[in-house]
């Protein structure tokens, strides 16, 4: 091969037009693939079988062209095509009824020569070698797929064309073709495209996703982007919207970028067509224009304009408080104005641009940035919840307009009040909802004490005031002045910090792991394994581990979770120490990252020293785990209830879910001769979880017969990590 093929792109179609009769089936389509795996999406209709075809030769192309390493294969016969080394997997599969499996092998292996033979195909396949000697018309739909693929891997192509490999197939063959997939995407011997209507396999198996719109492609889009929101893959995918997407790709490839969509007429009535105003078979013929244009509707603009409306104000204004970062001193200005304008002052002293903000409920105005009248209309009923007779009510009422407002900033570098309990009560939910990172203190005359209710999963720094927040004194001008000295440094340093690095790209994406001290040995092996690819940040599951790690998922600080130690849902229905929230699994749910849970210390309940244990409990199985620490085992009915509650959530899941269960026991004193080992009490767990949880190829259970802390349990967890994330190593190899 000369050096000029070696360096082509293993796909390149440029401008690409297709007609059946006066159907304009392609419409200059453009797509480069430089080698690795690339998914192409779409609806039917939309011409992803067309492109199959028209690269293969299989149908007539009346304009652009296609090279294959360079060599321009437009308008030639199939079978030179296919000798250059392009190989195709056809929608339907295409097999021989008469011939049996090894025929079919057979007769495909003698087109070329390469690492693909009949007997790797075996190995790969171990079920066509058991059923070598059936004829097609005698396999499963998942056997005939898998010969099928094996059918064109026999001709050791450089690049494969597949049209909608997993459709039909059952879910554990759909994981098969998508790990087999990966696989070739890393070997790095083949370049495949990939025609797919499972959007779960198309963004696990290709870092970028073409999706075609009505002959087109009209974006192309990061995977994990699309994988995690639902919205944008209905809007991109849903009937009926297309006709009115711009063309936005997302990444910066201006030769794989789609001719630009004719744009719809500023202020008029939007007509929208639908290329298949039927749904199509695999029968169909082309859809006459004639009746296209019968079937399209007109979309008024009033329409347009209310939706539109409705949408903005449904988004943060973000930019439009964009601007240089802000330092936002917070308080009730109608009785600490004196103290927070002290506070403020040294902060502006140093550089730092500063905003007042007032959150009394008192009504009464005072000289500030931002009025507490401002603040309380971003409450959901108005100014009218927030000043009203009731103290406590309007504290919580304008504790929510603050949280409501404050999610609306975007320029915000860090936020300091000072006050007491109130001031505390009104400021510290708004603090907790900004992302980690952004400095928060809190001064309060309660801030000796238990502070967990104010701080909760966020890193709120809280200083003790020493004497009340009430005038200026010697006390209370040191105390506030540290602390307005304390919040300028952490502020300048972080900006200090995002000014040196930029944004600099490169850096690893982050997986939160949940831990306990049963379950240590597995997470250390997945972190290790994890390592090269990326930031393994770990949370102990002592009630706000789980919350601190699910408000990173909130915040879009995580790029996937590997919850593998879930033992906080124990204590939270069976009254332990370290109990989760309602809201556990929440964030994840919202957010629909990639999720590899397990069932890791669901065999505990977690109690303080023994005499702590409630009487409800006597007389059940414990283990003393320290002289603060009780452990006691959970029964078959409690795990039973506990897999009810579990499935629950999962099944509220939209984003890929994968979720273990170790038969080998949950925990390290789980394992056989531990004092906790309880194969029927675990069984029970499971039982529950197989019968609740609605799996589908997206959510899926898988048993293993190991120990969660088994080094092949912990293989098991990464793999399927990496499956749905995607190879970090095999993505930047791939095609734009």
């Known amino acids: 091969m000369n050096e000029a093929r070696r360096t082509s792109a293993a ?26 795996v690339f998914s192409v999406v779409g609806r039917n209709g939309m011409g992803k079988t067309t492109l199959c075809k028209a690269i293969m030769g299989l149908v007539g192309v009346s304009g652009g062209s296609i090279r294959v390493r360079g060599e321009d294969v437009t308008r030639r016969p199939p079978a030179q095509i296919a000798r250059l080394g392009v190989g195709y997997v056809p929608q339907g599969r295409r097999l021989w009824r008469s011939l049996s499996v090894d025929e079919h092998l057979r007769l495909a292996g003698g087109l070329r020569s390469g690492a693909w033979t009949v007997e790797r195909i075996y190995d790969t396949f171990p079920r066509l070698a058991e ?13 005939q797929q898998m010969l099928a693929i094996s059918r064109a891997l026999l001709t050791n192509p450089h690049l494969l064309i597949m049209d909608e490999p997993t459709e039909g197939l059952a879910p554990v063959i759909v994981a098969q073709v998508e ?40 974006r192309i889009i990061d995977s994990a982007r699309l994988a ?23 990444i910066s490839t201006a030769a794989a970028g789609p001719k630009p969509a004719p744009a719809p007429r500023p202020g008029g009535p939007i007509r929208i067509y639908i290329s298949n105003p039927a749904p199509p078979t695999r029968w169909s013929q082309p859809v006459p224009i004639a009746r296209i244009e019968a079937a399209a509707r007109t979309r008024s603009t009033e329409v347009t304009r209310l939706e539109e409306t409705t949408r903005r104000r449904r988004e943060p204004i973000a930019a439009q ?14 009785t600490k104005g004196q103290e927070l304008r002290f506070i403020r002052d040294i902060i502006a002293a140093t550089g730092l641009r500063t905003r007042l903000v007032d959150v009394s409920t008192s009504g009464k105005h005072s000289s500030c940035d931002v009025s507490a009248q401002e603040i309380a209309l971003n409450h959901g009923r108005g100014g009218a919840a927030v000043f009203g007779p009731d103290r406590g009510a309007a504290v919580t009422a304008m504790a929510d307009a603050f949280a409501s407002w404050l999610r609306r900033q975007g320029n915000v570098a860090g936020v300091i009040s000072a006050g007491g309990s109130g001031a505390a009560s009104l400021v510290a939910p708004g603090m907790r909802a900004l992302p980690v990172g952004v400095p928060k203190l809190i001064i309060s005359s309660v801030a000796s004490g238990d502070v967990g209710p104010y701080v909760g999963p966020a890193d709120i720094a809280m200083m003790y005031s020493v004497t009340d927040v009430q005038g200026l004194n010697a006390i209370s001008r040191a105390v506030l002045g540290n602390g307005a000295n304390a919040l300028a440094g952490m502020v300048k340093a972080r900006l200090d910090a995002r000014a040196a690095t930029g944004r600099e790209a490169g850096g690893l994406p982050s997986v939160g792991i949940t831990m306990f001290g049963v379950t240590t040995p597995a997470v250390q092996k997945i972190a290790a394994e994890l390592r090269d690819d990326f930031e393994c940040l770990v949370f102990h599951a002592t009630g706000v581990g789980g919350r601190s790690m699910e408000k990173l998922v909130e915040s879009g600080q995580l790029a996937g979770v590997i919850d593998l130690t879930t033992t906080e849902i124990c204590d939270l229905l069976m009254g332990g120490v370290f109990p989760a929230t309602e809201d556990r699994f929440g964030a994840v749910i919202r957010s629909r990252l990639p999720y590899v849970g397990s069932v890791g210390a669901l065999d505990m309940v977690n109690f303080g020293a023994p005499d702590t244990i409630p009487e409800r409990y006597r007389g059940r199985k414990f283990h003393v785990h320290n002289p603060q620490v009780t452990l006691m085992r959970t029964t078959a009915e409690e795990n039973e209830r506990m897999g ?23 925990s390290a004193l789980d394992a056989r001769g531990q004092p906790f080992w309880d194969p029927d009490a675990d069984a029970a767990l499971f039982r529950a979880l197989e019968r609740d949880v609605r799996q589908t190829s997206n959510r899926q259970l898988i048993r293993t017969p190991k120990n969660i802390n088994d080094p092949d349990f912990a293989a098991a967890i990464v793999s399927a990590f990496r499956t749905l994330f995607g190879r970090t190593g095999a993505r930047r190899r791939l095609a734009r």
């Open 179 to 218: 790990e087999m997939l990966l696989r070739l995407g890393e070997d790095g011997d083949m370049s495949v495209l990939v025609i797919e209507q499972n959007i779960g396999v198309a963004t696990a198996i290709s870092r970028n996703v073409a999706i075609m719109v009505n002959g087109r492609v009209h």
């Open 131 to 143: 059923r070598k000697d059936h004829g097609g018309g005698q396999l499963s739909g998942g056997e």
């Open 11 to 36: 796909l390149e179609v440029r401008g690409l037009d297709v007609y059946y009769g006066h159907s304009h089936a392609l419409q200059g389509v453009d797509l480069t693939l430089e080698s690795g």
């Open 644 to 666: 009810r509650w579990i499935a629950e959530r999962l099944n509220q899941m939209d984003g890929p879910v994968r979720f273990f269960l170790p038969e080998g026991g949950v």
């Open 321 to 334: 408080t964009a601007g240089p970062p802000v330092v936002l001193v917070v308080g009730t200005l109608d």
């Open 228 to 250: 995690a929101d639902r919205e944008l893959q209905q809007r991109l995918l849903g009937v009926g919207l297309h006709a009115e997407l711009e063309p936005d790709v997302d």
